[in-house]
């Protein structure tokens, strides 16, 4: 994302005017609302500690920690659960398959979409994510975790997306879901009258802690029936939601605020249920109440004082909740404002530096400490970069392609990327170039007093990887001779001979590769081959160094295995899956069968859980790669014997870390199946 000249000065008190070039991430997107940056999860939490849960954040998967959430107004083909409410959904995108290939383009019906990982259904306002699946005798069983969509929040400390909804419209009753990685409300919930959707005043307190207990015995006694410590319900849509953190009754359940269209503002206790925090027309969701602002934008400052900021788009101006607490539930202590003459219908705010290493607060809602805020103006369509004591310190327009500025009633929602790079903006209409889909997702840099974002170092890195990895794939595609380092023994030329496509699998017998051993007739057990072409018996061999020819095999041999070269689309993510999630599969499922992981130490010599080879006994990626250059190339050092004159062979450590590099990027050819 690059920035122009400022259109204003800088001398003086003049606050710096920028213009951002953005990127179309992806269009058609209807009615088009929140958005968030999934984030990652801290080890400790429900997700991490649950391997199903956990494979859900790996990469390309729908909570992988840089794709982005967008609440959308449309169920993209999935039957709606209850015709009485609102449709809508929640999809998740990856912004860095759009980077290559162009905006991305959302199918209109995504529930057969098993084949571009671009898009994503997170969950909808269908069957399958009602709250009814895992909490049949909640109050709120009909309820879906998405319908009328209008904002995301997530506990990247302890816990799970949540959703701010208008089931029934912005007068209607609104709801405020937890939900699970796989897109239905939240199972097994410490409410059994909300499960994963607290809605109206059908799910507020109805009990609170006596003290503050240590041990689970002590907190499971904890509680007496009780009514609500503060007035206040969602009669009205729930139109934002920030992460607050732990409750402060000590039970370590998390806490939510959300701000309905009635400019009220609740709490909402996982276990305990609602309760008032400030009371309606605390913010102003329009001119008049009936225009929709879509969302209302809210951020949470927790350190080293306790602040909400809410967007008040009626009345030009930021809403500021000073918190305290009670030892049972928060409180507002005073309220403050900030009006400035930038502001020009603010809906929505945004953490300039998202709180994402704290385990208690982490969340893209959460302000890290002295973090600035993001201000978004629906009216004219611009941003403001606001300090926490209200100082405008910058203001930025926003170029779309084919269009210009971005100009009045377009923009949506913002959230900032956890690497406080890059914004996301949603926008309402159509951007040119896509006639006909409705709604879409930029991307801009984020940018200060001193400027926008330029090349960034995650930029920078992932420009030096794409270097890297074309390298890696020249050398996958080399012929590789004796001068180069082929042989003494080896089964091909290059790596694109036994994986064609470059990278696909091959079912040409004479790419097979060969694993011989001896067997003793009478024991049956498996004895080693002492000899130079064992345990894998290549086909080829150098003669006086230069001439091919076929290699011996060793005359011991009784047993051969033969092996096909298998398809390395997706193999590198094996290696990001994390020991504990391996480990955690090997327990036995209660058909007699259970799993062992196999621990073995990688090339720095650390132990490890195998990931590649024929019974999982090479560690890592690159661990992988070389062990192919030595037993499918003979690549194995720069001491073969070559002609007078010829270059000197590349560092192997080079050329193995380009090909691992190369297999990261690989992806499945267009129109190819898996």
């Not at 794709?67 to 039957?79: E, K, Q, Y």
């Not at 860095?96 to 979409?113: E, H, M, W």
Request: proline content about 7%; aromatic content about 6%.
């Amino acid at each position: 994302m690059l920035s122009l000249l400022p259109t204003s000065g800088v001398a003086g008190e003049q606050t710096p005017d920028w213009r951002l070039n953005a990127r179309i991430v992806a269009v058609g997107l209807p009615d088009v609302a929140g958005v968030r940056e999934v984030g990652r999860f801290h080890v400790g939490g429900p997700i991490p500690a649950n391997p199903e849960f956990l494979m859900a954040t790996r990469e390309g998967r729908v909570l992988d920690s840089l794709r982005v959430l967008v609440a959308v107004g449309s169920n993209f083909g999935a039957p709606p659960g209850d015709q009485a409410f609102e449709v809508g959904a929640i999809l998740s995108i990856d912004p860095r398959a759009g980077k290559s290939g162009g905006a991305i383009v959302v199918p209109q019906d995504l529930t057969g979409n098993d084949e571009d990982a671009r898009v994503q259904l997170y969950t909808a306002q269908s069957e399958q994510f009602l709250n009814r699946r895992y909490n049949a005798g909640a109050r709120t069983a009909r309820l879906a975790a998405a319908s009328g969509p209008r904002y995301i929040s997530i506990n990247n400390a302890f816990g799970r997306p949540w959703i701010a909804n208008a089931p029934s419209g912005i007068n209607g009753e609104g709801s405020v879901t937890v939900v699970d990685p796989d897109g239905a409300p939240l199972a097994n919930a410490p409410s059994r009258e909300a499960g994963g959707v607290f809605a109206g005043r059908h799910t507020d307190r109805e009990q609170t802690p006596k003290a503050q207990p240590s041990g689970w015995l002590g907190k499971l006694l904890n509680y007496r029936a009780s009514g609500q410590l503060t007035s206040g319900g969602m009669q009205t849509g729930a139109l934002g939601t920030a992460f607050l953190g732990p409750s402060p009754d000590g039970s370590g359940f998390a806490v939510f605020a959300a701000v309905t269209a009635d400019g009220g503002v609740v709490q909402i206790h996982v276990q305990d249920g609602v309760d008032g925090l400030a009371g309606p027309d605390t913010v102003s969701a329009g001119r008049g109440i009936r225009d929709d602002p879509g969302v209302i934008g809210i951020a949470f400052k927790w350190n080293p004082d306790r602040v909400l900021y809410i967007a008040d788009p009626g009345r030009d101006r930021l809403v500021l909740l000073e918190l305290e607490d009670d030892r049972r539930h928060f409180t507002v202590a005073r309220t403050r404002t900030i009006s400035l003459p930038q502001f020009d219908r603010p809906v929505d705010v945004a953490t300039a530096i998202p709180e994402i290493a704290n385990p208690q607060f982490s969340s893209h809602t959460t302000l890290a400490g002295g973090s600035d805020l993001f201000v978004a103006n629906r009216g004219d369509g611009s941003l403001l970069r606001v300090s926490q004591d209200g100082r405008p310190l910058a203001r930025a327009t926003i170029e779309v392609p084919g269009l210009g500025p971005l100009g009045a009633d377009r923009l949506r929602a913002i959230a900032t990327s956890a690497d406080a790079q890059h914004i996301w903006i949603t926008i309402g209409g159509e951007v040119p170039g896509f006639p006909g889909h409705e709604g879409a997702l930029i991307e801009v840099g984020a940018f200060d007093e001193h400027g926008a974002a330029a090349a960034t170092q995650e930029t920078q890195s992932a420009a030096a990887d794409a270097n890297l990895a074309a390298r890696g794939k020249q050398v996958f595609q080399t012929d590789f001779t004796p001068q180069t380092g082929l042989g003494p023994l080896f089964n091909a030329t290059s790596c694109v001979a036994c994986h064609p496509g470059p990278g696909g699998a091959s079912i040409d017998e004479s790419h097979f590769a060969r694993r011989i051993a001896q067997m003793d007739p009478g024991s049956g057990r498996m004895v080693p081959i002492d000899h130079p072409n064992s345990p894998i018996a290549r086909r080829h061999a150098l003669r006086d160094g230069v001439a091919i020819a076929s290699a011996a095999m060793p005359s011991q041999a009784n047993v051969i295995s033969l092996r096909m070269p298998l398809a390395l689309y997706g193999i590198a993510g094996i290696d990001e899956i994390p020991d504990s999630v391996i480990e955690a599969q090997a327990v036995s499922k209660g058909d007699g069968i259970k799993g062992r992981a196999h621990h073995v130490v990688d090339a720095q010599g650390a132990s490890r859980v195998g990931r590649y080879g024929w019974k999982a006994d090479i560690a890592t990626l690159e661990d992988m790669v070389a062990n192919a250059f030595a037993n499918e190339l003979g690549v194995t050092s720069a001491t073969v014997g070559r002609v007078a004159g010829a270059q000197p062979i590349e560092d192997d450590s080079a050329q193995i870390d380009a090909v691992a590099s190369y297999l990261r990027a690989l992806r499945l050819p267009d129109g190819a199946k898996p």
